[in-house]
């Protein structure tokens, strides 16, 4: 059984991955634009939707993990967003503030996705949905 400092823990990781998700999705919805986010995953070779995708699970998954809904499954959806990140970046060098943005930060939010999964919500956390409940695996629903 965790403490409450390890669930207090749990709870600030995951409201901070949450807030840095809605702050990536509203960056490419109200600055780069949708068109702009779609034109700039196209340049890297990558269709349209993959775009839409990541713009929704950004906003989505930020939202859930505020609310520590579902949050570990959350955080292992979020893993191919963040590994994309991480390969859109790799070739811009290391520090973020490279041109084009290095990869530094975006190997951190892996690791964090990661460690979101495995801690879960901790503490004030919803948990989990009654209408979406059944179709979630028992061992995702923390």
């Not at 998954?61 to 991480?86: D, F, H, K, N, Q």
């Not at 084009?100 to 901790?122: D, K, R, S």
Request: proline content about 4%; glycine content about 12%.
């Amino acid at each position: 059984m965790k403490t409450t400092s390890q669930q207090h823990a749990a709870f600030l990781l995951r409201v901070t991955f949450g807030v840095i998700l809605l702050a990536h999705a509203s960056l490419k919805i109200f600055v780069f634009t949708i068109p702009g986010t779609v034109g700039f995953f196209e340049s890297l070779g990558l269709p349209a939707i993959a775009a839409y995708l990541t713009i929704f699970g950004e906003l989505a998954g930020g939202i859930a993990l505020l609310l520590g809904v579902y949050t570990r499954l959350v955080a292992i959806l979020s893993l191919p967003i963040m590994l994309g990140a991480l390969w859109t970046h790799a070739g811009n060098g290391w520090v973020f503030n490279s041109e084009g943005g290095g990869w530094e930060f975006p190997a951190l939010l892996v690791v964090v996705a990661g460690v979101v999964a495995l801690q879960g919500a901790g503490s004030f956390a919803i948990r989990t949905l009654p209408v979406v409940d059944g179709f979630i695996p028992a061992s995702l629903k923390a």
